[in-house]
């Protein structure tokens, strides 16, 4: 069975660049993929495959703060375990024999709004 990672308490989100929003730079998107590790902390940020990299002339300051509130992220690491069959009495029963933490990677995405607010959403 599997037990994906689940975020501890609240996730820290982005704060708008102050010079993109004074240049009225618009709405925004950044989509990132992280790799959580065995001891739930972000261990690696890069671009989301999926997703077209945005490269507007404020994509260094949007990106640089989507990963600050990522880093701070904290996680309850994802769970593999692992169940073996016995018998009882003839009949197969299963068990769960060990438990292991494991890495995973997950995307988010943050939408930056021209008023400043950020929304995340994690896929």
């Given at each position: ?5 689940h975020?501890l ?31 739930g ?5 890069t ?9 507007g ?7 640089a ?19 073996d069959p ?6 197969k ?5 060990r438990s ?9 995405a943050?939408t ?10 994690r896929?």
């Open positions: 069975m599997y037990f994906p990672a975020p308490g609240t996730l820290a989100l982005p704060v708008y660049p102050a010079e993109a929003l004074a240049a009225h730079a618009g709405r925004t998107k950044i989509v990132l993929q992280i790799t959580v590790g065995t001891d902390r972000v261990t690696q940020i671009d989301a495959l999926a997703s077209v990299p945005f490269l002339p404020f994509s260094p300051q949007f990106r703060a989507a990963e600050a509130a990522v880093a701070q992220w904290r996680f309850e690491p994802a769970e593999r375990q692992h169940l016995y018998d009882v009495n003839g009949t029963v299963w068990e769960i024999t292991e933490k494991v890495e995973t990677v997950t995307q988010v943050f930056f709004t021209e008023s400043g607010k950020v929304e995340s959403s896929q």
